[in-house]
C-alpha cells in the first residue's frame, strides 16, 4: 500500500502531525521503535491537561486515539533506510524480510540521543535527579539544594536560572571561571560557584544525596541539572540529504515556517528540528507539520 504520509518517530510531535492528517481523511502510517526521548522519567510536567502523567502512558493514550482513525497504521519498528523518489519516498524497516513502506509525503520525527558526561552516578539518576528542564522537573525539587553541572557556555544561563527553585551551586568540574559579567550575574541571582573537579554523584540511585568532588567534599543535593549535548537518532535525514544546521546543543534539522526540510516533500518536527526542547514546543511542531503536509497534498508542495 502507497500511504499519503509516513511519519518516523512516534512520540508527541509524530503522534501530532498523524492526528492532523487522520482528521485530514488522510492515509497515515506512523513507525516507531517504542523508545521516547523523556522514557526515563516517571512524570512529565507542564503539558496542557497531562500534568504529573507517565510519558508512556501519555503516548499510549494518544496512540489508542489516533487508533481509533481507520486510516492510520502503526508499524512497530525501525526504520532503516529511506530512499526519495520522483513521487515521493520509500522507507525499509530493519529485520527480516526489510519490509518497504512508500508514501507521497514524510515527516521526520525520530527525536534525538542525550550524551550524558561520563561521570559516576548520572546515568542511573537520568530523568529522576539529574535533568535537564525545569520546567518539567523542578517544582518538585522546590526549596531544596540544587545544583548545575558545566558543560558548556549555555550552563551558565542555567544556573542563572536555576535558583528559582532553590539554592542553586554551580559546578565547574574542573573548569574555567565564567567571565566577571557572568560571574557578576550568577552572584546577584546568590548562585555559588564551585571550581573543583568532580569525583561522582552518591546516594541510593535514582535518589540523589549529594555530588562527591575530587578534594573529597561531599556537596549536598536534591536534583542536579546539566545541558547535555545532542545528536540524531536516526541516519535517514542524512541518507536524503536533509540540510543541518548547528543547535545549542547539537545538529538540528533545518525546516522553514511550514516545517518542511531543505528536501521537496520532507518535513521534520520536534526536537530534532527545533532548539527548543519542550514536550509541549514537539507537539505544537508535530501539529503544524501534519497541517502543513496535508496542505502540501491538496495544493502542492509550495503551499
Not at 149 to 158: E, V
Request: net charge negative; hydrophobic share 45%; proline share 7%.
Amino acid at each position: 500500500m502507497r500511504y499519503d504520509a509516513i511519519i518516523i518517530g512516534g512520540g508527541y510531535a509524530g503522534l501530532s502531525a498523524a492526528m492532523q492528517l487522520a482528521r485530514g481523511t488522510r492515509s497515515v502510517c506512523v513507525i516507531d521503535t517504542g523508545a521516547p526521548r523523556n522514557r526515563f522519567a516517571a512524570a512529565s510536567h507542564g503539558f496542557f491537561g497531562q500534568d504529573g502523567m507517565p510519558p508512556r502512558e501519555m503516548i499510549a493514550g494518544a496512540r489508542a486515539k489516533l487508533a481509533a482513525y481507520p486510516n492510520v497504521r502503526f508499524v512497530d519498528a525501525e526504520a532503516s533506510a529511506a530512499e526519495a523518489e520522483e513521487a515521493g519516498f520509500t522507507i525499509t524497516l530493519a529485520g527480516e524480510g526489510e519490509e518497504r513502506l512508500s508514501a507521497r509525503k514524510m515527516v521526520l520525527a525520530f527525536g534525538i540521543e542525550d550524551g550524558l558526561p561520563d561521570i559516576p552516578g548520572v546515568r542511573e539518576r537520568w530523568g529522576e535527579t539529574v535533568l535537564h528542564c525545569p520546567y518539567c522537573h523542578g517544582y518538585e525539587f522546590l526549596g531544596r539544594p540544587l545544583g548545575v553541572l558545566s558543560l558548556m557556555p549555555l550552563s551558565a544561563h542555567q544556573a542563572a536560572l536555576i535558583p528559582d527553585w532553590g539554592p542553586t551551586t554551580f559546578f565547574l568540574n574542573g573548569g574555567e571561571l565564567p567571565d566577571e559579567e557572568t560571574r557578576a550575574r550568577l552572584a546577584a541571582r546568590k548562585v555559588t560557584i564551585e571550581p573543583a573537579p568532580v569525583a561522582g554523584l552518591e546516594g541510593e540511585a535514582p535518589h540523589l544525596a549529594g555530588i562527591r568532588l575530587a578534594d573529597g567534599r561531599l556537596v549536598e543535593l536534591a536534583a542536579l541539572y546539566l545541558a547535555p549535548s545532542t545528536s540524531l537518532r536516526s541516519p535517514i535525514a542524512g541518507q536524503l540529504g536533509c540540510a543541518l544546521e548547528d543547535g545549542p546543543f547539537g545538529p538540528i534539522i533545518r525546516t522553514d515556517a511550514m516545517k518542511m526540510t531543505s528536501v521537496p516533500g520532507l518535513y521534520a518536527a520536534g526536537d530534532i528540528a527545533s532548539a527548543r526542547h519542550n514536550a509541549t514546543f514537539a507537539s505544537a511542531d508535530g501539529v503544524m507539520a501534519g497541517a502543513s503536509v496535508h496542505h502540501a497534498l491538496i495544493f502542492g508542495a509550495a503551499a
